[in-house]
């Protein structure tokens, strides 16, 4: 993608564990983003961390963000079923272009 | 319910036709976006509209065109689409460029 790559690729956890997904990007940024999308649905925003932020929590989410190595984790604590959708990475810069990820498809099983 | 809404939210089309999306936002964002989601990708930025004038272009085909009357509505008009454009288009708005996004549902275009 042009903005960069997330992996895992698929996760597959059970209900109560952590799940944990990498995102790099290529670019200068303003900021790191996360969302969400259920399957058929449009994305919904879930975090936000400025580049000069490391890290940043959000209810059961975690976000790391380390710019020397341009890469961004989410942690999604203690999961559960309807956690289970794809989760995309974007970043914001000065110029109003928005790359997304490639994304990683969380499955939590009941 | 999302704050962006998209109308039709499927659509079937010939290559020859002409048919146009419509996207509505009432949270008095001046940032819309067009992107274009194929299966299991991420969505693939088109258009970008900033205060109701064209920003971006992300060398997009002329077959789309898009356009913004009002700071509340944008349109994307499709024309002689070929079946390779068949994909799920969203549009989203944000406060500013680098701001969060809303998303609509998006329109599921299928062309024959």
């Known amino acids: 993608s042009q903005q960069g790559e997330e992996d895992p690729q698929a996760l597959s956890i059970q209900e109560g564990e952590n799940a944990t997904m990498n995102c790099s990007y290529k670019?200068?940024?303003?900021?790191l983003q996360w969302y969400r999308q259920n399957s058929g649905r449009g994305l919904v925003h879930l975090i936000l961390i400025r580049s000069n932020e490391r890290e940043k929590h959000s209810g059961r989410l975690r976000v790391t963000l380390d710019t020397s190595k341009k890469s961004s984790s989410l942690l999604i604590t203690a999961s559960r079923a309807a956690d289970t959708a794809s989760y995309f990475c974007?970043?914001?810069?000065?110029?109003?272009?928005?790359?997304f990820g490639s994304g990683t498809k969380l499955n939590v099983k009941p | 319910d999302t704050e962006v809404t998209q109308t039709p939210k499927h659509l079937v089309m010939g290559m020859t036709n002409k048919k146009s999306l419509k996207c509505e936002q009432h949270?008095?964002?001046?940032?819309m976006y067009w992107y274009k989601q194929k299966a299991k990708k991420p969505p693939e930025l088109m258009f970008v509209y900033s205060y109701e004038k064209l920003s971006i272009n992300e060398s997009v085909p002329s077959r789309f065109s898009p356009e913004c009357p009002n700071s509340s509505l944008l349109n994307l008009h499709l024309h002689a689409l070929q079946p390779e454009d068949s994909a799920l288009y969203l549009c989203a708005s944000s406060r500013q460029g680098d701001q969060p996004q809303h998303f609509g549902d998006g329109t599921r275009l299928s062309i024959l």
């Open positions: 670019t200068s940024i303003n900021n």
């Open positions: 949270m008095g964002h001046r940032a």
């Open positions: 974007a970043t914001g810069n000065n110029f109003n272009k928005f790359y």
